[in-house]
């Protein structure tokens, strides 16, 4: 069967709506109708680059990762679904039987197959198969959207409360204020933080997360002509910790700084800002070469780790920081987007803002057959 519309990546800037067969699911998986995707990063770089690294679109490919649906068919295995739940996509499936798998970082995987990374299909499709563990059923007073939301909330769960271990009355500084780095927030503020410092080069961003989770932002000043990297790092560390009043050591300083922009010059402030011991995060991907001011990273024994994707549990909390009430994602959802909208919305999530001068934080594209049952 080819009842199965899809949203295919053939190059750069290169899309075309087309029919594929219906995934045929096996023992232990789950068909689910595709109701509601987001627009990540990785989406438009793939559409507006043909590439992410070492990732390289060489055929076509479904894009979308970030998914909710309602399960349609389940193998006869699956005792924990059955058709008619409303379900969030955990989009990468691993092998279970690596050392990475088997020691509890799945994540690491090295033969993971994600959804919309070249050369597997995403989930701008009617249908999607998954294994049925990596469903997680939404509780009656979540949406789809809340669903769909789900997978960039575990990136920031798993970078705030998994790998930099979190905890109520810490500080936080989180270098961009995109939609990754506002669930870093949102993350933070749900698990007890003392303080949170929004940093973004953009004020309307900050604006938007001083009002989201946010209790103090910071806006850095601009390189000045001929200023090396390195030594306007040091002076935006400066006027950062003189303008928000931030400490070397004790209360004052800052316990945590999640980096969610893959910008070197927040990278090395960031190194700079924190507190002696405590812990620096990378989650966001760009320049793949940074220089960082090894010598403070020394003499500060900082913790510096790397954060991807999301790993064992963080769906789990991702999902019940949600349905308690400590966290509210429908404030990020800014554009919505039919199916047949996909180009529009992909057009959009790249330009920052939308035909109507509205500036996108999270754009949602529909399924091909929502109705308002569905929601």
Do not use: W
């Not at 009617?126 to 990596?134: C, I």
């Not at 007890?192 to 938007?208: P, Y």
């Not at 500036?359 to 929601?375: E, F, M």
């Amino acid at each position: 069967m080819t009842d199965n519309p899809s949203f295919i990546l053939r190059g750069v800037e290169d899309v075309v709506f087309d029919q594929l067969p219906i995934p045929t699911i096996r023992d232990d998986e789950v068909l689910i109708a595709v109701k509601k995707t987001g627009i990540c990063g990785s989406d438009v770089h793939f559409y507006a680059e043909g590439r992410i690294g070492s990732y390289i679109v060489e055929k076509p490919m479904v894009l979308g990762h970030e998914s909710a649906g309602v399960i349609t068919q389940v193998g006869p295995k699956v005792k924990h679904l059955r058709p008619g739940d409303r379900v969030a996509l955990e989009p990468g499936e691993n092998c279970r039987v690596c050392h990475d798998c088997k020691r509890g970082k799945y994540e690491l995987c090295p033969d993971i197959i994600f959804a919309a990374a070249p050369p597997t299909h995403g989930t701008l499709s009617r249908y999607y198969r998954l294994p049925a563990d990596l469903c997680y059923r939404l509780p009656d007073h979540l949406t789809l959207e809340d669903g769909a939301m789900m997978e960039p909330l575990s990136v920031g769960v798993h970078a705030v409360s998994n790998i930099a271990a979190f905890k109520a009355n810490q500080s936080i500084v989180v270098l961009g204020a995109g939609p990754v780095g506002l669930l870093c927030m949102a993350v933070a503020k749900a698990l007890g933080a003392s303080r949170i410092i929004a940093v973004d080069i953009v004020e309307s961003r900050l604006e938007f997360a001083k009002n989201y989770a946010a209790t103090a932002t910071y806006l850095p000043p601009k390189l000045e002509p001929g200023e090396a990297q390195t030594t306007y790092s040091e002076r935006n560390a400066r006027l950062f910790r003189e303008q928000l009043g931030i400490e070397d050591r004790g209360p004052g300083a800052i316990d945590l700084v999640v980096d969610a922009s893959g910008a070197p010059v927040s990278i090395q402030t960031g190194v700079h800002i924190v507190r002696p011991g405590g812990t620096f995060v990378q989650v966001g991907m760009g320049n793949p070469d940074v220089s960082i001011p090894i010598t403070q990273l020394t003499f500060k024994e900082v913790t510096l780790k790397g954060s991807f994707r999301y790993g064992p549990g963080d769906y789990e909390l991702a999902v019940a920081l949600v349905s308690q009430g400590k966290i509210d994602l429908k404030p990020l959802v800014t554009h919505r987007f039919s199916f047949e909208q996909s180009i529009e919305a992909f057009k959009a999530t790249r330009a920052g803002r939308s035909e109507d001068g509205k500036p996108v934080i999270k754009a949602i594209i529909s399924g091909p057959d929502v109705s308002p049952a569905d929601l």
